[in-house]
């Protein structure tokens, strides 16, 4: 299989060579180039990027699709200068979202049973037992309820908590009580003692994690931000948790990654950071996927993985 034209790529150097030796062997007869090494601009019809440098798309003028090398696209659009009407392509699929889900309902289940107490009474020998309600009487609230909210929904509700999510437009999930858009967004937060963010990150969404919206959850809740670091006001965590508003938060992802080893959030026991692992794409099953989405675009065939420019997701 081959697509017409070339591809660009960029992404970082460490599997720079990795990407373009493995697209080249699933498109063969496509020639991929590195991002500074393309000798004719004017051939390139398919660029595929994990945070390029902006408006440097604007150097191929054939280009006929971007497509971005994860899930989120925000690094994509937050380009002031891409190229008009390009379409915009993601990658999903079984494996994003099944990891995902794994992460989702272990930093939920942990924050459920008060692991990080008993980690600390380990810490000190200390035999101390902690009763906890069941899943039955905690409610988790997902924010997105998109591939990946959906599905972590969809288990957690399978283990028994109370679930609720929120998202833009009416969602109907079985054993989810769904909540959509800014009306309904008081409810849905006042329902959710663990608030689990995964939405994807616009220009409506940018900074939703602050000081006002944690002070509408039920007091002392626990927060999982593994969508963007921009989600959250970073400022205000402190805040709310010096303020009892929030008991614990778990940051999978943050404004500058890596997270700045002088950054004040390492410093906080109440704060726990993974460094944006929750649902890391393995190489080879990302290649195919992108393989597989420009085969079907140049084909003309229907693709699931589309961006909508105007909704930004
Ligand atoms: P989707 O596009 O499938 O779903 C997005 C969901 O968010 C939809 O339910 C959508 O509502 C909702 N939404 C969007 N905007 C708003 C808004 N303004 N108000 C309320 N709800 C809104 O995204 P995915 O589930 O695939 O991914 C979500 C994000 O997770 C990605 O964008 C990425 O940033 C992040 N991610 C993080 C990873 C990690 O390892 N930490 C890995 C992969 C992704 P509606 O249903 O009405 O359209
Ligand atoms: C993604 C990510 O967007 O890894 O896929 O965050």
Known sequence: MSVPGEIVLHVGPARAAWWQRRLSELLPGTPVRLWDAVPDPAAVTAAVVWKHPPGGLRRFPALRVIVSIGAGVDHVLADPDLPPGVPLLRITGEDLTQRMTEYVVWQVLALHRRGWELAAARAAREWRQIVTPVAGRRGVGIMGLGRLGGAAAR???????????????PRDIPGVTCHAGAGELDAFLAAAEI??????????????????????????????????????VEEDLIPALDQ????????????????????PFWADPRIDITPHVASLID???GARLIAENLRRFFAGEKLSDLIDPARGY
């Open 244 to 263: 009892g508003l929030l008991c614990r938060a778990v940051l999978d992802v943050a404004r500058i990654e890596p997270l700045p080893t002088d950054h």
């Open 283 to 285: 190489p080879d099953t």
């Open 155 to 169: 288990a957690l509700a399978g283990l028994g908590f109370r679930v609720h999510g929120w998202a833009r437009t």
């Open 195 to 232: 608030l689990v963010c995964l939405l994807p990150l616009t220009p409506a969404t940018e900074g939703i994690l602050n000081l006002d919206l944690f002070a509408r959850l039920p007091r002392g809740a626990a927060l999982v931000n593994a969508a963007r670091g921009g989600h959250l």
